[in-house]
């Protein structure tokens, strides 16, 4: 692929991008330089809106829209339900858990551990995951976006060394999330979200105006009709995998006058993939049991950054930097909404141009045709805010784990276990220090260790199946305790080594995500065993915990009634808010993709359903919040 031809105004729209965002920094470097409370929580004072944005950039990787183009090339629209299907589990943070982090307090999640679980077990828990999140799997998601960066520079800049083109760009973001803390992060993420999305719609603008696409008749007509269904049909509905079938590519579909037929594309088939099967049309279709473990089982059993089950890591941070309750919930619910509904489109549309557009593309060029589509179809200085886009979704993402990870080590390992009772000062400037060195070690791991990283990653996808049961509810049930969170780490990493030991002696492997139907049963069946086997935490020490987060449903009644306490609320408002929350995710994912590729019926539906869910949402957040004066405490 030819370098792309930039001007001085695209150089000068990057440079100026470079220049605010370090100016971002410097200008909050002396908030951020207070306390620990104000470098890792920006002092629990932000907005609702700035915090949900920060979370919805954090998660808009450089490479998202690259994949989706190769999901709709390979799977069409449908293909995206590998990520659509964690909807839900948003939702569930939203409604029944974003409230308790704010009330709980803490400065990081782990702290939280301490105050739910007490003794030896809860100091050896909340020691080993600050070390294992913070810095190896911290590292792993680092190098991992490092590494995805470094392949789009090299796309962009063929010329230029592209480990030095991702060392500086890891540098600038280093400067202004070491001197500002999450105040420079949280503003520069608003900023950068601006631009990645304001760049991702002008590129669709652009892309549907294209000659070959308008002579096509328009963007429903580019590619077969099958690659715009928005549900999945399942051609395959068999549990244990058979050989692998070679797929065809989409342009072996039937025949339509579409820009890929026109052009008679050769391009090589591709292996099916272990969890989609050949349709028939072209199109590799995720299998019905492979459907059903997204929808049913992950988003709830399953650890992933940025979609943890009841909350946590880096979206338990923001929550807890939020001014209070209120605004707490209010930012999560902005960042699933935007995280589903504000993305999508403008990815889908961008992609389905770029795999219409060069059809000869397999695989990973095939990704890169989203890059190609850039410099095609936008004029200058437009192509320069594109790289800034992706530049902006870059550093959001790394920013983001630089603090949080520091947030681990010093709070939850320096200072609670090797460096206790020193002023503010100095762990802050610890925590700069460790900053830069988790940025060092996490290039080092993309430059250095590549095929490690993509193995470890998914080995670490399956090892955390399970997990999600106790960290949701712990936060509802007295009876779990450290070591039933303990077992649920342990637990499916022993199962997912069976189970290769197992493929390794004859027995027909069982590829992700379907494996989750013996992970996860056999994960909680032991957990379960291990919470009964194990004493529960003293009531004493359960009494403070409800004290202090005042949880609702049955799950208390024992230390309520014990200590005479009262839980804040029920349980049925937060089920219909997840219920209606979820409505309104998908309902507003599909209006404007039935709108733009003219599917009125559809769209109207879609638009029924969004409004009763936003009007039902409104008078369930109002009586959540009715009367609660403790919900606008800012502390």
Not at 292 to 299: G, R, V
Not at 495 to 510: D, Q, S
Not at 577 to 605: D, E, N, Q
């Amino acid at each position: 692929m030819q370098s792309m031809s930039l001007s001085t105004g695209d150089f000068s729209v990057i440079l100026l991008y470079f220049a605010v965002s370090i100016g971002l920094g410097l200008f909050l470097s002396r908030r951020g330089g207070k306390s620990l409370s104000e470098y890792f929580l920006s002092g629990r004072s932000v907005p609702w809106w700035l915090v949900g944005t920060g979370m919805v950039a954090t998660t808009f990787a450089a490479d998202t829209p690259l994949f989706i183009t190769g999901v709709i090339g390979t799977s069409g629209i449908s293909g995206n339900w590998v990520w659509w299907s964690a909807a839900a589990g948003g939702m569930l943070t939203v409604f029944f858990f974003a409230r308790l982090w704010r009330r709980a307090g803490v400065l990081t999640d782990l702290e939280f551990i301490e105050i739910r679980y007490t003794g030896r077990a809860a100091s050896i828990l909340r020691g080993f995951k600050s070390i294992y999140f913070g810095l190896f799997i911290n590292c792993i998601v680092m190098g991992w976006v490092n590494l995805a960066m470094l392949g789009i520079m090299r796309i962009l800049f063929p010329e230029v060394d592209g480990q030095l083109a991702v060392t500086i760009c890891a540098l600038v973001t280093l400067a202004y999330v070491a001197i500002s803390g999450l105040w420079g992060v949280m503003i520069a993420d608003a900023f950068q979200f601006t631009v990645a999305l304001g760049g991702c719609i002008l590129l669709a603008v652009f892309a549907v105006q294209h000659p070959r696409i308008q002579a096509a008749g328009g963007l429903n007509a580019a590619l077969p009709a099958p690659v715009y269904d928005f549900l999945p049909h399942f051609s395959d509905t068999n549990f244990w995998p058979e050989q692998a079938v070679p797929a065809s590519d989409v342009s072996n579909a039937e025949e339509e006058p579409n820009i890929i037929n026109e052009a008679n594309a050769t391009n090589e088939a591709n292996a099916a993939d272990e969890t989609n099967t050949n349709d028939g049309n072209g199109l590799q279709r995720i299998d019905l049991w492979s459907f059903l473990a997204f929808i049913l089982i992950q988003w709830w059993a399953s650890w992933y950054p940025g979609a943890e089950p009841g909350g946590g890591g880096y979206i338990a941070q923001r929550i807890m930097s939020a001014r209070n309750e209120r605004h707490g919930l209010l930012a999560t619910l902005w960042f699933v909404v935007a995280h589903y509904c504000v993305r999508s489109w403008p990815w889908i549309v961008g992609a389905i141009v770029a795999v219409a557009l060069y059809p000869e593309l397999n695989g990973a060029e095939r990704e890169a045709a989203y890059i190609r589509l850039i410099g095609d179809v936008l004029p200058s200085p437009l192509r320069g805010l594109l790289i800034a886009a992706f530049l902006g979704a870059y550093m959001s993402t790394i920013s983001t784990h630089l603090n949080w990870g520091s947030s681990y080590l010093i709070n939850d390992f320096y200072r609670r276990f090797a460096v206790k009772d020193r002023n503010e000062s100095h762990y802050i400037s610890v925590s700069r220090v460790t900053t830069i060195g988790l940025m060092l070690v996490s290039l080092l791991v993309s430059f250095y260790v590549f095929e490690s990283i993509k193995d470890a990653w998914l080995f670490l996808l399956s090892c955390t199946a399970g997990m999600g049961a106790i960290l949701i509810l712990r936060w509802y049930w007295w009876r779990v305790n450290a070591w039933s969170e303990i077992a649920s780490m342990l637990i499916p990493v022993a199962v997912v080594t069976g189970l290769e030991v197992a493929y390794k002696l004859g027995i027909p492997r069982i590829p992700e995500p379907k494996n989750l139907f013996i992970i996860v049963p056999i994960t909680l069946l032991l957990t379960l065993l291990v919470l009964f086997l194990t004493p529960a935490e003293p009531d004493k020490h359960l009494a403070q915990f409800f004290e202090r987060v005042r949880p609702a449903g049955p799950g208390w009644k024992h230390i309520a009634r014990r200590f005479q306490l009262k839980a804040q609320g029920s349980l049925w408002r937060p089920f219909l808010g997840w219920i209606l929350g979820t409505v309104l995710v998908y309902a507003g994912l599909f209006l404007p993709g039935a709108i733009i590729l003219g599917r009125f019926l559809p769209a109207m539906v879609a638009a029924v359903c969004l409004s009763v869910a936003v009007v039902g949402l409104i008078f369930v957040i109002r009586a959540e919040f009715s009367g609660d004066v403790t919900a606008e405490d800012s502390r």
